[in-house]
């Protein structure tokens, strides 16, 4: 069930519609990958086409697999080994195709809803019909309209009780996948001292 996300800082639009590249955020490149080591959505690819940021995005990554903190945090360097930075989404279709041997279907995100779009129940089945799926997620405020008229499939924007739905990249990454890969928790006695779902 061949699962990947793609996280994209350019293009996308920023407050006054206009095209943007937004910045890197550390707490974007660990909090995903963690979620994608929980729910198996591998690679995780961060997408920047400014070289200063898929520098930074590099440095990140290095001093957690092979660095100082490759020794720390074990579990951290297990969820950021899955991190590739490519420069276009052009680019992840090329590396996906080459891992899975064939091309990807494309998922973008969004929180507006659009005509055209997919439950997360049909999207399920098609992943457990191993369907190759790359779920795209925009930052700024959101994807450009090439990206979202393009994709394969649109998947519907995540709702709660209320109207508002304004949630951080990094949330709605988590909750997506969980809906799109949880699975029941196995029966296991409950270990005293045991750390919460925040883990390090």
């Given at each position: 069930?061949p699962l990947s996300i793609a996280l994209v800082h350019f293009p996308v639009y920023n407050k006054?519609?206009?095209?943007?590249?937004?910045?890197?955020?550390?707490?974007?490149?660990?909090?995903i990958a963690r979620a994608a080591r929980t729910f198996d959505a591998a690679p995780y690819f961060?997408?920047?086409?400014?070289?200063?940021?898929?520098?930074?995005?590099?440095?990140?990554?290095?001093?957690?697999?092979?660095?100082e903190g490759a020794e720390h945090n074990v579990t951290r360097r297990e969820a950021l080994s899955?991190?590739?930075?490519?420069?276009?989404?052009?680019?992840?279709?090329?590396?996906?195709?080459?891992?899975?041997?064939?091309?990807?279907?494309?998922?973008?995100?969004?929180?507006?809803?659009?005509?055209?779009?997919?439950?997360?129940?049909?999207?399920?089945?098609?992943?457990?019909?191993?369907?190759?799926?790359?779920?795209?997620?925009?930052?700024?405020?959101?994807?450009?309209?090439?990206?979202?008229?393009?994709?394969?499939?649109?998947?519907?924007?995540?709702?709660?009780?209320?109207?508002?739905?304004?949630?951080?990249?990094?949330?709605?990454?988590?909750?997506?996948?969980?809906?799109?890969?949880?699975?029941?928790?196995?029966?296991?006695?409950?270990?005293?001292?045991?750390?919460?779902?925040?883990?390090?």
């Amino acid at each position: 069930m061949p699962l990947s996300i793609a996280l994209v800082h350019f293009p996308v639009y920023n407050k006054r519609g206009r095209v943007v590249a937004t910045s890197l955020t550390n707490l974007d490149i660990h909090d995903i990958a963690r979620a994608a080591r929980t729910f198996d959505a591998a690679p995780y690819f961060i997408v920047h086409a400014v070289p200063e940021m898929q520098a930074f995005a590099g440095e990140v990554i290095d001093h957690w697999i092979t660095g100082e903190g490759a020794e720390h945090n074990v579990t951290r360097r297990e969820a950021l080994s899955l991190i590739e930075v490519s420069p276009d989404l052009a680019e992840v279709n090329r590396r996906l195709t080459e891992i899975w041997g064939r091309a990807p279907k494309f998922v973008v995100t969004s929180a507006r809803r659009f005509p055209f779009t997919v439950t997360y129940e049909q999207m399920r089945a098609k992943i457990e019909a191993d369907e190759p799926i790359c779920l795209i997620f925009g930052t700024g405020y959101g994807l450009i309209d090439e990206i979202m008229i393009e994709a394969d499939y649109t998947l519907e924007p995540v709702y709660g009780p209320t109207d508002w739905n304004h949630l951080s990249v990094r949330s709605a990454a988590s909750i997506i996948l969980d809906r799109l890969r949880s699975v029941r928790a196995p029966q296991q006695k409950a270990e005293k001292g045991g750390m919460g779902a925040g883990g390090k």
